[in-house]
């Protein structure tokens, strides 16, 4: 008797339930560490049954980063989109992500901790990525157009993201020795607004 095949419900179920053990052994042991058998045996089946609903593990590591990139990004547009004014954004998108990657840290590392040498080819980790991008240039914009910055948009976009990057790792690895993250963003955000001759947007709020 010939198998049933599955509804599109129970194959969306199916990949969702591949991708969530991938997520754990990307994780748990960095992607090149994880082989397409070891997630069937995760998941609990035959070690073919995976690449019926997928090319490679690199074709399950793009969707979940895509996904990461998305989860990110709809939380700094949140972020904005609720801010009453030019220039409280830059305060609640840096809010919003530092909440972000202490929430969903495996998510956060998906996102940066695991490059694929051929993004390219996979159109929806491109778009969720520009996404991202673009959401740590918008705001600044908005507030370049209220006349509270000056300068280059994505220039000054990827200089506050670079910072929060490189507070929250440290912070997420007990890197700073006993500093405080907040304290030290919001010194260092201070400082990168002296330098452009702006008024900072509401940090000590």
């Given at each position: ?12 179920e ?53 996904e ?26 840096g ?68 910072t ?18 907040d ?23």
């Amino acid at each position: 008797m010939a198998k049933k095949a599955k509804t599109e419900a129970e194959i969306a179920e199916f990949r969702n339930r591949v991708c969530d053990a991938a997520t754990r052994l990307f994780i748990e042991r960095g992607p090149q560490n994880v082989t397409m058998r070891q997630i069937a045996s995760e998941v609990g089946v035959s070690p073919m049954t995976p690449y019926r609903y997928f090319q490679d593990k690199e074709e399950i590591l793009a969707i979940v980063r895509a996904e990461a990139f998305h989860r990110f990004s709809e939380t700094l547009e949140n972020a904005v989109a609720n801010a009453p004014d030019a220039r409280s954004k830059g305060r609640a998108v840096g809010d919003a992500y530092v909440h972000f990657a202490k929430t969903y840290p495996s998510a956060y590392q998906l996102i940066f901790s695991f490059a694929q040498q051929d993004e390219d080819q996979y159109p929806e980790l491109v778009d969720a990525n520009a996404r991202a991008q673009k959401a740590m240039v918008n705001y600044v914009e908005e507030m370049i157009a209220a006349g509270l910055l000056e300068g280059d948009a994505q220039l000054i976009g990827y200089m506050f993201w670079a910072t929060l990057h490189g507070i929250v790792v440290l912070e997420l690895a007990s890197g700073l020795r006993g500093m405080n993250g907040d304290t030290l963003r919001e010194k260092i955000m201070r400082t990168l607004y002296a330098g452009m001759k702006v008024l900072p947007p509401h940090l000590d709020d």
